[in-house]
């Protein structure tokens, strides 16, 4: 019998997320899945790690049956807590997601959800990491489900380069309505953030962040605009972040001592 | 009278951290500093925003003078918070530091200094992170402080491209002992981290984070490597992560519908 395909799953909706349900489901036809996935919602956490506290770790049960370990930290600490001592064996991929809502942008610097696939990179290990862009609360993660399951079979096929991972955006229309799937890069839109000033029941103030995604990109193979155009955006991305054409022109500056 | 700089400074170790304290009276001697930084320690926090609950603001004081803002949320937080509402004009210049610890190699991805200096470019101002790399509790901050100064007059006379910031590390030696400044890349080294489990007064099983760099790198222009040749390190690193050397591969895989 052939060895069957181990794959760790993560994401930063927490360990009961829909988005999570939905892609175990669908890779359980093809793979042992693991799960380890945050016990609360750990959106916009970035690349964090827990240092400063220990972590717990919880067996999480779903319809009678063992489902997967919940941590009580973020997404890059539960891929890291799987990998180092959870999973007797490396997984062969590390999925993130599906995210409810998407990681375009500059919000891919923000996400806990790329976050868990980066980690599985740095770990050495092949990993991507799935959003639908939709904040409506019963998205279909049907389709990104199934999009993640054919992409999982590529990326066990061809590799990925030391260093790089993948970032899946996925439109939240019905099958029939996606118009194809777009390679594409991080685009510059950013967020037109603000903070409403409030005042607590004592009087004392407080701020709330706010604001949208401001688009200041319109070419065909930006993350964000591909999503618009109802297609699948895949973008490579890296976590070394060196600006090598930087380089030579720092060297002229005057900064030695 | 010609008009003085103006230059928001934040960090991860906390607005009463000797780093920041050193680096803000240096800069005084040419700029006016605003000063927003978090009311406690936020190392590791990656590029985390909060948005799930409010900020808190606290007007903060030192040796009986109005200092800063401390703020109840993460360095990108701070940095937020001052540009989009606090301060009544955008600063010429973002400095974040200087950190307690080096930030270099895979550390970059996972660093609250770095990513106040990240949300400082992502708003459109000149920004750079400042590291010293010791964990000694008595570290001298002045000579860091020094390049730290030089380094605000040479960005603010060159500029930085639109989406790159510098990440600076100094080595933890008197200045006489410096062997020169260095443009690097961002290193390959992780971290061989490892989860020791302990049992908590109750039996209940809890797991630390714990491990050091390994170094893989041993060229002369990573970053890792000029602090040990005792040479200051400056990387310019970016926020759009995506390998554009991957695009091409990726469009012939098979991963249309």
């Not at 794959?7 to 175990?24: R, Y």
């Not at 997984?91 to 942008?105: E, F, K, R, Y």
């Not at 599985?120 to 799935?130: V, Y």
Request: proline letters at 5%.
């Amino acid at each position: 019998m052939e060895k069957k395909l181990s794959i760790l799953v993560s994401n930063d909706d927490g360990i009961f997320s829909d988005g999570l349900g939905t892609l175990v489901k669908e890779l359980q036809t093809i793979a042992n899945v693991t799960i380890v996935a945050p016990d609360s919602q750990q959106s916009a956490i970035g690349h964090a790690i827990t240092m400063h506290r220990p972590l717990r770790v919880q067996e999480v049960s779903k319809e009678g049956k063992f489902f997967g370990y919940a941590v009580d930290g973020t997404p890059a600490d539960c891929v890291k807590l799987a990998i180092r001592h959870l999973m007797k064996y490396k997984p062969d991929l590390v999925i993130s997601g599906i995210n409810h809502g998407s990681n375009t942008a500059v919000s891919v610097i923000y996400s806990g959800t790329v976050s868990a696939a980066t980690e599985g990179t740095i770990l050495g290990i092949p990993s991507f990491a799935m959003s639908l862009t939709t904040f409506e609360p019963n998205a279909d993660f049907s389709y990104a489900a199934k999009f993640a399951r054919n992409l999982a079979l590529n990326v066990i096929e061809h590799g990925l380069p030391n260093g790089t991972l993948l970032n899946v955006n996925v439109p939240p229309v019905p099958e029939s309505e996606i118009r194809g799937v777009v390679v594409t890069r991080q685009g510059k839109s950013i967020w037109n953030d603000e903070f409403e000033a409030r005042r607590d029941p004592g009087n004392k103030q407080y701020f709330w962040l706010k604001g949208e995604l401001v688009e200041l990109d319109d070419e065909e193979d930006i993350d964000q605009r591909a999503i618009l155009n109802n297609k699948v955006s895949v973008t490579p991305i890296q976590f070394d972040l060196t600006n090598y054409e930087m380089i030579k022109t720092l060297q002229s500056w005057n900064i030695t001592k």
